[in-house]
């Protein structure tokens, strides 16, 4: 035997970087829970979570093609049938694009990944949005390249700053994210924002990664695709199952890289790093196929349940005093802000809200706005009366917690 040392392993300099607010929260709301007070989840969002069901005929996609026996590695790129029916629906929706540009992914998280890793040098720039998805800074850290956060501005509906986007741009900077529809904000973005946006994109020779993952979750129907604008625009656009069709956990997404030859190096990279991974999860293909050709009558339904939850939450968090809430155009979350007394940060008043509540909500440092601006989000997917009697208690803590300073 040889001799053991009790030196922990090292680990890499990267993880130190790397940070991922939503589920690194989860933790303390372990802690409240081992001393037994129930704690409401409002950190994460997972339609199936709060009792949204998956439709039928997806799950019965999935099951049959495990049964049918595909349960061998795929292309790694994807089943051709469900680059087909990608290729097929953005289409329909304006985006003209062969299935050849069309990846099946591990969510919209793996397609995020490729594409940063594909295009993004370490020591480059990125534009994201404040408040961000945490995850688009997650992978810069690892890649050791910088994000850039342009403002948006909750004065104006959480819409974009323009001018502090320019501002930030310089010879580093390759890639401008959009979150649109935005989380944490549940912003939309106006078709003039929209263009203004590929036209800085084009001015300063930049690829657009368009988030499109709630872009089915508008309350007052689907959104436009960001390429329905300008199909030749440097645009790649993903999205998944895990929203608008209720399977988060299948973990199956798409990317679609525009049609502009500009980006033919950058398909070619993505497709290189992907051979890689082997493929994205196989039977999951199928269901790809099945949401984008079968029924989608489920998300009328949850729209209307989504604009609902999204009223209530508005109306009661801003009856609160010392809150201010911007209402959401879609998907299920809002980012309010408390006017917090000198000296605190959002971390505080989100922990003290879970130890004395048990409710769990992710503060906005977690999205990168800064701390003092006492923001926090709010996932709203719980039914309609248990979100009134969760904002009663943040109302009745909020009240206290300012009154003590
Ligand atoms: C803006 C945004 N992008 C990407 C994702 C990841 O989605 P997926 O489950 O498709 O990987 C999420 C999940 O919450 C998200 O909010």
Redesign the pocket.
């Known amino acids: 035997m040889p001799t053991r040392n009790s030196r922990p392993v090292p680990v890499a300099g990267r993880v130190n970087r790397f940070s991922y607010a939503?589920r690194n929260i989860v933790a303390e709301a372990k802690a409240v829970e081992a001393q037994g007070r129930r704690v409401r989840y409002l950190n994460?969002?997972d339609p199936v979570a709060f009792g949204f069901r998956t439709p039928d005929h997806l799950v019965e996609a999935a099951t049959r093609a495990m049964r049918d026996g595909h349960n061998g590695y795929v292309p790694s790129v994807g089943v051709e049938s469900a680059r087909i029916a990608v290729a097929s629906d953005y289409a329909a929706r304006g985006v003209p694009v062969s299935p050849d540009r069309v990846l099946i992914t591990?969510?919209?998280?793996?397609g995020?990944e490729l594409a940063l890793n594909a295009l993004v040098d370490e020591g480059d720039d990125v534009l994201v949005p404040s408040p961000t998805?945490p995850?688009y800074t997650a992978i810069l850290a690892k890649i050791g390249a910088q994000p850039r956060y342009y403002r948006t501005d909750p004065d104006r509906d959480w819409l974009p700053d323009l001018d502090h986007l320019r501002s930030l741009i310089s010879t580093r900077t390759r890639v401008l994210v959009v979150?649109d529809p935005?989380?944490p904000t549940g912003a939309v973005y106006p078709t003039a924002v929209r263009r203004a946006l590929l036209e800085l994109a084009e001015q300063h020779d930049l690829t657009i990664l368009a988030?499109e993952?709630?872009g089915d979750l508008g309350f007052t129907g689907p959104l436009p695709l960001l390429g329905s604008l300008d199909p030749d625009a440097p645009v790649i656009s993903?999205?998944?199952?895990?929203?608008a069709y209720l399977a988060?956990g299948w973990?199956a997404?798409w990317m679609v890289v525009g049609s502009t030859p500009r980006l033919d190096d950058a398909l070619a990279a993505v497709k290189k790093l992907a051979d890689g991974r082997l493929c994205s999860p196989g039977p999951m293909n199928y269901a790809v196929e099945a949401a984008l050709t079968g029924d989608r009558s489920h998300q009328a339904a949850f729209r209307e349940a989504l604009a609902e939850r999204g009223r209530v939450t508005t109306e009661m968090l801003n009856a609160i005093p010392g809150m201010r809430c911007v209402a959401p155009k879609a998907?299920f979350y809002v980012l309010p802000s408390v006017s917090l007394p000198p000296g605190r940060t959002d971390e505080h008043y989100v922990l003290s809200l879970l130890r004395e509540t048990g409710i769990l909500c992710v503060n906005g440092s977690g999205f990168g706005v800064p701390a003092t601006g006492g923001y926090f989000r709010i996932v709203f997917l719980a039914n309609p009366q248990e979100l009134a009697s969760i904002y009663a208690d943040i109302g009745a803590f909020t009240r206290d917690y300012l009154a003590r300073g």
Do not use: M, W
């Open positions: 939503i994460i969002g591990t969510g919209t998280s793996e995020i998805y995850l979150i935005n989380n988030d993952v709630y993903f999205s998944s199952v895990s929203k988060p973990r997404g998907a």
